[in-house]
């Protein structure tokens, strides 16, 4: 079974991160996708923001959710390179991941994410891009 055969199946649980972290799938499709996570406060940091890598993780997340939206039955997928600039830092809340395709080649992939507080202003808080090799099942 492919992970999005497994996703539609069995949603979250199909990954086990998601449901650590609390994740929730909103929606994917064509290109995009789109996780939601409450922030929690042992999610934070030292000094009491979120810590930045729950960002990159929810980010990646909706990356390769929308990479396999696109994926053919023989092709998988691995994180070449990725970047994360951290816009805003925050403490408690919703926080929504927007990922889209914006190249999937035979060998290589690039997409990005953006990471919002759901505050009804849809506050920016990182922008990830990444770049993912395109693999052939084994």
Avoid: C
């Avoid at 830092?89 to 889209?100: D, L, N």
């Avoid at 395709?101 to 505050?119: P, Q, T, Y």
């Amino acid at each position: 079974m492919s992970y999005l055969e497994n996703i539609r199946q069995h949603g979250r649980d199909a990954n086990p991160f998601f449901n650590s972290m609390g994740i929730e799938i909103v929606s994917y499709e064509q290109k995009k996708a789109v996780l939601k996570m409450q922030v929690r406060p042992d999610m934070h940091n030292g000094v009491g923001w979120l810590q930045g890598g729950m960002l990159v993780a929810l980010a990646d997340e909706a990356i390769a959710l929308a990479l396999y939206t696109l994926l053919k039955e023989n092709e998988g997928i691995a994180t070449i390179s990725e970047s994360t600039s951290f816009v805003k830092g925050v403490r408690e809340g919703m926080i929504t991941a927007e990922a889209k395709v914006i190249k999937k080649g035979r060998r290589v992939a690039f997409a990005e994410a953006e990471v919002f507080l759901d505050d009804g202003k849809k506050t920016l808080l990182s922008r990830t891009s990444a770049a993912f090799a395109v693999t052939a099942k084994e």
